[in-house]
Nanobody
């Protein structure tokens, strides 16, 4: 059974930092791009960040560029999202995603597996 299990998140003050982790089990995703999406209350789920299978090509939504860092450890089958300088608009449920292709995953149609979702709330 393939699973993406997320950890991290919670309540943080504006300007603070949070690190999300996503550990895959059931199969390896070393040949797949991995990513993070988020869904704020009353809004659609949006792309946040993605990383290629090798880890050499990260990409970010404009809204988080310079504040968030995506990384992966293929030996641990785990992807991370370091979120710094958080603002209230970052409040959302964050989802880990395993992409169908190796370079990037920026659209929901490119996602094969989803994590369970993790709430991040940024207070002002």
């Amino acid at each position: 059974q393939v699973q993406l299990v997320q950890s991290g998140g919670g309540l943080v003050q504006a300007g603070g930092s949070v690190r999300l982790s996503c550990a895959a089990s059931g199969r390896t995703f070393n040949n797949n791009a991995m990513g993070w999406f988020r869904q704020a209350p009353g809004k659609e789920r949006d792309f946040v960040a993605a990383i290629s299978r090798s880890g050499s090509y990260p990409s970010y939504a404009d809204s988080v560029k310079g504040r968030f860092t995506i990384s992966r450890d293929n030996a641990k089958n785990t992807v991370y999202l370091q979120m710094d300088t958080l603002i209230p608009d970052d409040t959302a449920v964050y989802y880990c995603a395993a992409g169908r292709y190796g370079i990037s995953v920026r659209r929901e149609s490119e996602v094969d597996y989803w994590g369970q979702g993790t709430q991040v709330t940024v207070s002002s």
